[in-house]
């Protein structure tokens, strides 16, 4: 009894001797390890479990960069000067997803310290924008950009790793891209090229779609750009055959164009002069007037050398060709008798053109031809002998006989008919009384 009543003896000073040490232990315990809180900002937030949403066919996208917070971890000192940055992990797991499209972030440490530490983050949802996904392919387009330097065309322009592209992300914007287009730069160029280039997504407007969340089957496309040397050349053209009774070709032959620019190897050009359409593809025979043909000329080009000239010019390969046929005319002209030449006259015989009996020759040919001959240009001869010959005579007779005239003319000219002159034969006086005197001569 006596030990219980000293037990209790001063009880109030013991109680608070016990309150102060307690005080005293708290006092130290701040004074020496205090709780303060550390803040670690752009912390990522893991997200868990994505695939039960692309599973299922739709996309997403973090909204207002919910997927990064800034924790804040209250500890003491000595608590926090062992915890890191990297100790702090944030989590979201996609099977929470609520129907307003957030997922909870869960916030933890990776050190054990059960309550010592209390965890808070600035955001406690991962906002998210979620839509169907869809998918498409298109065709891969090329723009031509810049022009090859002079003398010089684009021949052909084409990827070389296929055209086809497919396109995947959410339906609002896939169902925006009208084109996706490679670019090819040929400013300048000289010779052909491979290059690679990215692949570029436009809307109808001409807009680029840049936004990561469309995915590309590849995102550039080889590219391969021809470049040819170009060179002007004439067209030319002849034509073949005989036009109808009456009419002849004035040997004019147009083409239209008469030009054309052809592209090719500079080894081929260089003896490229001109495109011949030959002569049998213009057929006169049986022709009364122009002919005209619509020829393509593409199939008159050397192996390798093709026309620059498009459809966009108004030029489809095809020139007109137009063969001049005109009527033939007549016209007559005059031979004078000192244009007329006698042959094989038989000694002792004189023959002369009766000049009183004009001879006269008639011509036929174009007008054009025509009016280019002139009387003066005219000649003709008489072979006497022939003459003879062809009319069972083998002597002449003193008289006026009508004679063959063969005429020399222009062979851009034709004559019609035969031409005949008055011819007056008489005996040689002169060759006579010669003989007669060397004859007398010999008798003395």
Same mark, same amino acid.
């Given at each position: 009894m006596k030990k219980t009543g000293k037990l209790f003896n001063n009880i109030g000073l013991k109680i608070l001797a016990v309150i102060f040490s307690v005080l005293l232990w708290l006092v130290s315990v701040n004074i020496n390890d205090p709780v303060d809180t550390e803040v670690y900002r752009n912390i990522p937030v893991e997200l868990e479990n994505t695939n039960?949403?692309?599973?299922?066919?739709? @996309? !997403?996208?973090? #909204?207002? $960069?919910?997927?990064?917070?800034?924790? /804040?971890?209250?500890a003491n000192r000595s608590v926090l000067e062992n915890i890191n940055a990297s100790d702090v992990a944030a989590t979201a797991d996609f099977s929470e997803l609520s129907f307003t499209n957030t997922v909870p972030i869960r916030l933890s440490v990776s050190r054990t310290y059960g309550s010592q530490i209390e965890i808070s983050g600035n955001i406690?949802?991962?906002?998210?924008?979620?839509? =169907?996904?869809?998918?498409?392919?298109?065709?891969?387009?090329?723009?031509?950009v810049g022009t090859p330097a002079d003398?010089?065309?684009v021949s052909g322009v084409? /990827?070389? $790793?296929?055209?086809a592209l497919r396109i995947s992300g959410p339906e609002s914007l896939v169902s925006q891209? $009208?084109?996706?287009?490679?670019?090819?730069?040929? =400013?300048? #160029?000289? =010779? +052909?090229?491979?290059?690679?280039e990215p692949i570029r997504l436009y809307d109808a407007d001409g807009n680029e779609i840049t936004s990561s969340r469309i995915t590309k089957s590849v995102s550039?496309?080889? &590219?391969?750009?021809?470049?040819?040397?170009?060179?002007?050349?004439?067209?030319?053209? +002849? %034509? +073949?055959? /005989?036009? %109808?009774?009456?009419?002849a070709a004035t040997g004019e032959v147009t083409c239209a164009p008469d030009r054309v620019t052809v592209a090719g190897r500079s080894s081929v050009l260089a003896n490229l002069e001109s495109v011949v359409i030959p002569p049998e593809a213009v057929d006169l025979t049986g022709a009364e007037e122009n002919v005209v043909e619509l020829i393509d000329i593409r199939e008159y080009l050397p192996d390798g050398v093709s026309l620059t000239n498009t459809s966009a010019d108004g030029f489809n390969g095809r020139v007109t060709v137009t063969a001049v046929v005109e009527p033939l005319e007549d016209a007559t002209r005059r031979l004078e008798p000192a244009q007329i030449q006698f042959l094989n006259v038989p000694q002792g015989w004189q023959v002369a053109v009766d000049p009183d009996d004009p001879v006269y020759v008639r011509?036929?040919?174009?007008?054009?031809? #025509?009016?280019?001959?002139? %009387?003066?240009?005219?000649?003709?001869?008489?072979?006497?002998?022939? !003459?003879?010959?062809?009319?069972?005579? *083998?002597?002449? *007779?003193?008289?006026?006989?009508?004679?063959?005239?063969?005429? %020399?003319?222009?062979?851009? &000219? +034709?004559?019609?008919? @035969?031409v005949r002159a008055s011819v007056s034969v008489m005996a040689d006086v002169s060759a006579v009384h010669g003989a007669a005197g060397e004859a007398a001569a010999g008798t003395a």
């Open positions: 039960l949403l692309t599973d299922e066919g739709m @996309t !997403w996208e973090v #909204l207002e $960069d919910t997927d990064r917070v800034t924790v /804040t971890v209250r406690d949802m991962v906002r998210l924008e979620v839509e =169907e996904r869809m998918e498409r392919q298109l065709v891969i387009e090329i723009d031509q003398g010089y065309i084409l /990827t070389t $790793d296929g055209n891209v $009208d084109r996706a287009v490679v670019e090819a730069n040929v =400013e300048g #160029l000289t =010779e +052909s090229i491979n290059i690679s550039t496309s080889s &590219v391969s750009i021809s470049i040819l040397q170009t060179k002007e050349i004439p067209v030319t053209a +002849s %034509a +073949s055959g /005989t036009p %109808a009774d009456g009419y011509l036929r040919g174009l007008e054009q031809n #025509l009016a280019a001959v002139d %009387a003066s240009q005219l000649s003709g001869t008489i072979d006497v002998e022939a !003459w003879m010959q062809e009319n069972g005579l *083998s002597v002449l *007779s003193e008289g006026n006989v009508e004679m063959e005239v063969s005429v %020399a003319f222009p062979d851009t &000219v +034709s004559q019609v008919g @035969t």
